[in-house]
């Protein structure tokens, strides 16, 4: 990323501060926030890693990183709505980045406002994109594909949802179909997002009934075995540092407010401001080195991915190790600043008591915190 990327030019602060305005009460009333989606879709932003040439901004995963920090500043819910959206523009363009275009039609259509969501994890499906419990079915050259999808971000607004199925047809060769549906024939939405936290996202179960991808939207058929395919990978790593992205936002706030109310604040017994408290601010200096480390690493990440650096069978892991130490951080860095700003974080008012829950979802995303200690063992032990 060069010294020359100014984040206010697609994530302006006037623009930044409206959302922060709305989150309260997206979150309170547990609704989707299409004021902001309309906003940030006026702004371009769903677009940011498409190319220039084909409309967009043109940004590196680096850069979009930065942005997504930024707007979970902000509202988390918002950010982890739209990061699902992202997801897909940036496998787009580590694929293109390599030499395929299959989700050209991806770039184009976000450039022209679509809205592409994330239907790929299943109930007790813990292969995630390595299997699948739903039925791809061959159909006029396409695939219906016919299961349950869960936390569907986006679910209320999507114009094309990414979806995989396991086609069974040939029992001696099962593939694993990559598609997307344009449109809704064949898919029902549950309203049953009444969650702790991130309620703004509305990543509700989404079930299929031979919802049909044509032909020209299967992406990929990959067979169950054998290395990973760049499409595999591409949505791994896109997942996971957009996601880790998110919850350093959080992380930056929670130092924010923190910071802002021990500077506000003075001790009855001592008489001196809480900001010169030794403890004080051995614990808020805590929290910056942790917030550090996280950012450090993940702009390392994001450039790798760009360049692109070629970091074989170690990306898995380093990959799923950076989005559990995110969200781990993160949850630290809420706590340490709900003590250091004491009872009054405690009220539903207060924003900070809002980032205690939000911060919450970062253990139910892929890859878990199980599986990310398993990929990280794997390669060491086996």
């Given at each position: 990323m060069t010294d020359a990327f100014d984040p206010s030019a697609h994530l302006p602060d006037d623009l930044l501060e409206r959302i922060r305005s709305r989150a309260a009460d997206v979150d309170r009333d547990n609704v989707f926030p299409d004021a902001d989606l309309d906003e940030l879709r006026a702004a371009a932003y769903l677009s940011i890693l498409v190319p220039a040439e084909l409309g967009g901004a043109g940004l590196s995963l680096e850069q979009a990183?930065?942005?997504?920090q930024r707007l979970a500043t902000a509202a988390p819910a918002t950010a982890?709505?739209?990061?699902?959206?992202?997801v897909w523009t940036a496998v787009a363009k580590i694929l293109r980045d390599r030499g395929d275009d299959a989700l050209e039609f991806v770039q184009r259509g976000s450039a022209d406002g679509q809205v592409y969501a994330f239907g790929i994890s299943e109930p007790d499906n813990d292969l995630v994109l390595f299997g699948s419990t739903t039925d791809a079915v061959p159909a006029g050259g396409g695939y219906a594909f016919t299961g349950t999808k869960i936390f569907t971000s986006l679910a209320p607004v999507w114009t094309?949802?990414?979806?995989?199925?396991?086609?069974?047809?040939?029992?001696?060769?099962?593939?694993l179909v990559f598609a997307f549906l344009e449109g809704r024939d064949g898919v029902v939405t549950r309203d049953d997002w009444d969650t702790v936290g991130m309620r703004g996202s509305q990543s509700r179960t989404t079930e299929l009934h031979?919802?049909?991808?044509?032909?020209?939207?299967?992406?990929?058929?990959?067979?169950?075995?054998?290395?990973?395919?760049?499409l595999q990978f591409g949505i791994f790593a896109a997942f996971e540092l957009l996601l880790a992205s998110v919850?350093?936002?959080?992380?930056?706030?929670?130092?924010?407010?923190?910071?802002a109310a021990v500077s506000a604040r003075t001790s009855l017994k001592t008489g001196v401001p809480r900001r010169e408290d030794p403890l004080v601010r051995a614990r808020i200096g805590g929290m910056v080195i942790d917030y550090d480390g996280i950012t450090l690493e993940l702009a390392a990440l994001t450039r790798d991915l760009d360049e692109p650096v070629d970091h074989g069978p170690r990306w898995f892991g380093l990959l799923s190790g950076m989005k559990h130490r995110a969200v781990t951080v993160a949850a630290r860095i809420v706590?340490?600043?709900?003590?250091?700003t004491g009872g009054s974080s405690f009220r539903n008012a207060s924003e900070l008591s809002?980032?205690?829950?939000?911060?919450?979802?970062?253990?139910?995303?892929?890859?878990?915190?199980d599986s990310a200690r398993q990929t990280a063992a794997a390669a060491w032990l086996d």
């Open positions: 990183s930065v942005l997504q982890l709505a739209v990061n699902m959206h992202l094309s949802l990414g979806v995989h199925g396991l086609d069974s047809s040939d029992p001696d060769s099962p593939r031979a919802a049909t991808a044509p032909a020209e939207r299967v992406v990929r058929t990959l067979p169950l075995e054998g290395a990973p395919d760049v919850y350093a936002g959080i992380a930056r706030r929670a130092i924010e407010l923190a910071a706590d340490e600043a709900l003590v250091a809002r980032l205690s829950r939000d911060v919450r979802a970062g253990v139910f995303h892929p890859s878990s915190p």
